[in-house]
């Protein structure tokens, strides 16, 4: 998993090929209070980029297509927001029917107004195209129509609420171009691609892809920034985070060893990191085995753990404890019940855990040694990749808190493959395992504690690997996939963040980061942690903030 731990002394780094858009800033565009271009990081395409600006071909395509094509929604993905985007509003007409009304104002860059149409025309070319539906969004549609000049009609073969987020992450693109294609599946999109978005490809080589303010655009009066470069990143992560350092882009999204000083004091005045919680990352316990199986025990472990060691030492400062709900806070603080003390995180106390697992029965010995209800010294195994080094690092401190309780722990380093298979059969005792993060409530609950995501040991498990089994779980899961009512779903998310501080099915114990390093020399409105609107990655939300510094 990780990354480079030091970034290189001295890097020669070859100049891009002459794309025509070299050079300094000029002051035409500022003198209308525009930025004039901003630097970013890299484009994507793999190894060999070609010119592919097909939005379906997510393997493939080059990552500027999230600013050529735009969607009917799109999630505030740090609040878990939906904002209406191509549909200025949506409404369920019940829990398998929901109804869109498109935007009148938008046109295509080519100057044609966009149409109900071309939703429809969307939606249904990749339900004729399989190999276009990479996030298999027709599993859960049943028919996208037509139903008024202005209005889409959705129709899901079961209740929708669960698939909402998928079932509007389509990109939108114009039928008048891509009906005339003979294969779609194939079909690049390299010439002059036509979008609703804010941006038009202005020049590519395999080095830079620059992409130029759309006058058409719809909401072209937020767009304050004329040009984006992006850079390829084909130098390693230390050639990259060199050119960090130097100031040589305006954003980027990497992993930087020790970011205040390879990049923050080298210009405090502009340079500026967030890194805002992305998924939980937790102890896992094999739920069919003792003494895992008993409440008692799992409850005395939530306080047994160092987790400001682990974030400092495995995760250099950059993140924060996560809370036992299994929400993703403060970003999801409107889903958190009313009543849990510090947003559900619970704080590190040895001697409490000592005295709660005595209380439950696993006294010590003489020796120091943690004994089972059976009177033996209880002893198990914790899991981790040998090659993921922050996981292994915080892997020895959890196992160092286990040890001090008086438990014989053996630290496992399997490879990662090994490990991702005998953790979904159910081969282990303890170990580390990632979910939430998203905004899916119902994924997001449902893939840890769900029964329908597990499996008999020896079985593979499609997401629950601790095997949790428990009814009133999978009622309130049930409760969250059928319903499209915001606060039906809410009632059902406190009861799963109730059954998680109560029940312990899983320990979280940090969140992983997202990512997110910015410059404010030449525009200011990033998101941060002081101004959260929106997460890394959230590239409309953030385009239509950014303005001249």
């Known amino acids: 998993m990780r990354r480079a731990t030091a970034i290189a002394a001295l890097v020669l780094v070859m100049a891009a090929g002459c ?9 035409t565009t500022a003198a209308r209070g525009m930025v004039d271009f901003l630097d970013y990081g890299d484009f994507g395409g793999g190894a060999e980029p070609q010119a592919n600006y097909n939005p379906y071909l997510t393997a493939t395509h080059l990552g500027a297509v999230g600013y050529l094509f735009e969607k009917l929604v799109i999630f505030n993905k740090y609040s878990c927001e939906p904002v209406p985007w191509l549909a200025e509003s949506f409404a369920w007409a019940d829990p398998r029917t929901l109804t869109f009304k498109i935007r009148q104002s938008v046109q295509w860059s080519d100057g044609r107004p966009l149409t109900a149409k071309d939703v429809d025309y969307s939606y249904n070319l990749i339900k004729k195209h399989e190999a276009l539906d990479t996030a298999g969004v027709w599993r859960y549609i049943k028919s996208v129509t037509t139903t008024a000049p202005d209005t889409i009609t959705m129709t899901f073969k079961e209740p929708g609420a669960a698939a909402f987020t998928k079932a509007v992450d389509v990109p939108i693109v114009p039928e008048h171009i891509w009906s005339t294609q003979a294969d779609p599946v194939t079909f690049v999109n390299a010439d002059k691609p036509v979008g609703t978005g804010p941006y038009l490809v202005k020049s590519f080589n395999r080095q830079q892809l620059a992409i130029e303010r759309n006058p058409r655009y719809w909401q072209a009066d937020k767009i304050k920034v004329q040009e984006i470069r992006f850079h390829k990143a084909d130098g390693g992560g230390s050639i990259d985070q060199l050119k960090l350092s130097r100031g040589e882009y305006d954003h980027n999204a990497m992993f930087v060893p020790d970011v205040k000083k390879a990049f923050v004091d080298r210009d405090p005045e502009h340079n500026h990191y967030w890194y805002p919680p992305g998924g939980v ?269």
């Open 19 to 27: 794309t025509g858009t070299e050079g300094a800033a000029t002051n």
């Open 281 to 549: 990352i937790a102890v896992y316990l094999n739920l069919t085995k003792a003494p895992f199986d008993d409440l008692a025990f799992r409850k005395a472990l939530t306080t047994a753990f160092d987790h400001k060691q682990i974030i400092d030492k495995a995760q250099y400062g950059y993140v924060r404890q996560a809370s036992q709900t299994g929400l993703i806070v403060p970003g999801q603080n409107a889903w958190l019940p009313q009543g849990i003390a510090d947003e559900g995180r619970i704080p590190y106390d040895a001697a409490k855990a000592d005295a709660a697992l005595t209380t439950a029965g696993y006294a010590k010995d003489a020796k120091g040694r943690r004994l089972g209800k059976d009177g033996k010294p209880i002893a198990f195994a914790f899991k981790v990749p040998g090659e993921w080094t922050d996981w292994l690092t915080a892997a020895q401190i959890t196992v160092k808190n286990l040890t001090a309780l008086g438990f014989d722990v053996n630290l496992e380093t399997p490879d990662f493959p090994t490990f991702d298979s005998e953790r979904a059969v159910g081969d282990f005792d303890m170990l580390y395992g990632v979910f939430g993060g998203s905004c899916n409530m119902y994924q997001n609950f449902a893939d840890p504690l769900s029964t329908a995501q597990s499996a008999p040991i020896g079985k593979k498990a499609a997401a629950n690997h601790v095997r949790w089994n428990d009814p009133e779980t999978d009622r309130l899961v049930e409760q969250l996939r059928v319903s499209p009512d915001e606060s039906v779903q809410k009632q059902a998310v406190a009861g799963l963040a109730k059954i998680m501080m109560d029940q312990v099915p899983v320990i979280p114990l940090w969140y992983g980061a997202k990512w997110f390093q910015y410059r404010t020399a030449k525009a200011v409105g990033w998101p941060s942690e002081q101004d959260p609107y929106a997460a890394p990655g959230d590239d409309l939300l953030i385009i239509t903030r950014l303005r001249p510094a």
